[in-house]
C-alpha cells in the first residue's frame, strides 16, 4: 500500500478550548489509485491531508495520535529534513487557490524550474527547458513563449495547470489535490479533472482528491470517502455510494447536486449547520441535521459498520445504514 492513515487525531488549541478537527480517520491509497475525500467546510478534509503532507500549522495544531504509512513508514515518526526530502520529490500537493500560492514576482518558468535547480541540481538553463516541458505536458499554449510570464498574466484554469505541473515536477508516488477546480468554470473543471485522471495514469500514480462536490469526482474516483466533524461517516466505490449511500449525510450530499431532471424545482439543501469543533454533539455528530435521527443517535456514538448487504467492502457510520441504503 502507498499510503495508509490510521486512527488518525489533529487538534487545534484555541482561546475557547481545544478543537478537534480530525477524530480517528483511517484510509488509504495505492498506487494508479484514486481516492475522493468529500465533505463540507469543516469536516477535516484538508487538515488531514496537511497532516500527511507535514504541513500543518505548529501551533496552534498538534497531531494527537495515529499513523501515517507511507511506502510502509510512519511519517510522525521521522525528523524534519527527513520529511522535506519526501515532499516534492515522493509527495505533492495542489492547493485550491492558485493565485496565492504562486509567488505573484517570479514568473512561472522561474518558480517551475526552482524544483529542479534545488532538488536535481540542474542549471538555470537546462531546468527553464524543463519548465517549458512540464508546461506543455499540462497543454498550456505557446509554452515557450509564456514561461517567462507571471502568475497574473494567466487565466485561473491556466494557473491550475500551472500548479499540477509543479506538483507532477519530481514525478512523485502520491498527489493530493485540495480542491483543485475551485472557482473555476464547469467547462474548465472538467479540463482539469480530465487532465488529471490522465497524468495519474500516465504515471500511476496514487492521488487523493479533496473536495464538496460529488459530481465532480463521479468518473475519476475508485473509491470515497465521507467525512463529517472529523470522521468519516462513509467509505465505499465509487459506483456504490452514488448507486445506494449508507448514510444520510452522504444522501444529503448526494440530493444537493444539481439534476437536468429538476429543472425548476427547489435546490435540495441539508438543514442546519456543520458542528462547532469545540462542542461537537455528543453521539452521532449529524444527528442535530439528520432526519432520520432517533434517540441512541444523540447518545451513541456509531462505529463504522460494514455494509455486509453490498457485494464490496464499505462502511457506514450510522445506526440505521440498513434503512439509509434501502430508503
Not at 500500500?1 to 488518525?8: K, N, P, S
Not at 516541458?133 to 491550475?160: C, N, T, W
Not at 460529488?214 to 473509491?223: F, M, N, Y
Not at 466505490?237 to 427547489?266: C, F, M, N, W
Amino acid at each position: 500500500m502507498l499510503l495508509e492513515v490510521r486512527d488518525l487525531h489533529v487538534e487545534f488549541k484555541t482561546r475557547d478550548g481545544v478543537a478537534k478537527a480530525v477524530n480517528g480517520v483511517a484510509y488509504a491509497v495505492d498506487a494508479g489509485e484514486t481516492l475522493a475525500v468529500l465533505g463540507e467546510s469543516g469536516s477535516g478534509k484538508s487538515v488531514t491531508a496537511q497532516a500527511v503532507m507535514g504541513i500543518l500549522d505548529v501551533p496552534p495544531g498538534r497531531i494527537a495520535g495515529g499513523e501515517i504509512l507511507f511506502k510502509g513508514r510512519d511519517l510522525l515518526k521521522m525528523k524534519e529534513d527527513e520529511r522535506r526530502r519526501i515532499r516534492g520529490a515522493e509527495m505533492a500537493m495542489i492547493f485550491q487557490d492558485a493565485l496565492s500560492s504562486l509567488n505573484p514576482v517570479l514568473t512561472v518558468g522561474k518558480q517551475l524550474g526552482e524544483m529542479y535547480e534545488v532538488h536535481r541540481g540542474m542549471s538555470r538553463k537546462d531546468a527553464r527547458a524543463k519548465a517549458v516541458e512540464l508546461m506543455d505536458r499540462v497543454r498550456i499554449p505557446a509554452a515557450k513563449q509564456r514561461v517567462g510570464d507571471y502568475p497574473h498574466q494567466f487565466s485561473g484554469g491556466m494557473r491550475q495547470r500551472i500548479m499540477i505541473a509543479m506538483a507532477l515536477a519530481l514525478e512523485p508516488s502520491l498527489i493530493i489535490a485540495d480542491e483543485p477546480t475551485t472557482a473555476l468554470d464547469v467547462t474548465v473543471q472538467a479540463q482539469v479533472m480530465d487532465l488529471l485522471a490522465e497524468l495519474q495514469r500516465e504515471f500511476n500514480m496514487g492521488l487523493i482528491l479533496i473536495t464538496h462536490d460529488l459530481g465532480v469526482v463521479a468518473d475519476v474516483a475508485d473509491k470515497i470517502a465521507v467525512m463529517y466533524a472529523g470522521r468519516i461517516v462513509e467509505a465505499a466505490p465509487v459506483h456504490e455510494i452514488y448507486k445506494a449511500p449508507a448514510h444520510p449525510y452522504t444522501r444529503g450530499l448526494l440530493d444537493s447536486i444539481p439534476r437536468l431532471d429538476q429543472k425548476g424545482q427547489e435546490l435540495y439543501a441539508i438543514k442546519g449547520l456543520p458542528p462547532n469543533l469545540l462542542r461537537i454533539p455528543p453521539g452521532c455528530a449529524f444527528n442535530p441535521r439528520c432526519p432520520m435521527a432517533r434517540e441512541v443517535c444523540r447518545s451513541d456514538v456509531p462505529p463504522l459498520y460494514p455494509v455486509t448487504e453490498s457485494p464490496v467492502a464499505r462502511a457506514s457510520a450510522c445506526h440505521f445504514w440498513k434503512e439509509c441504503l434501502h430508503g
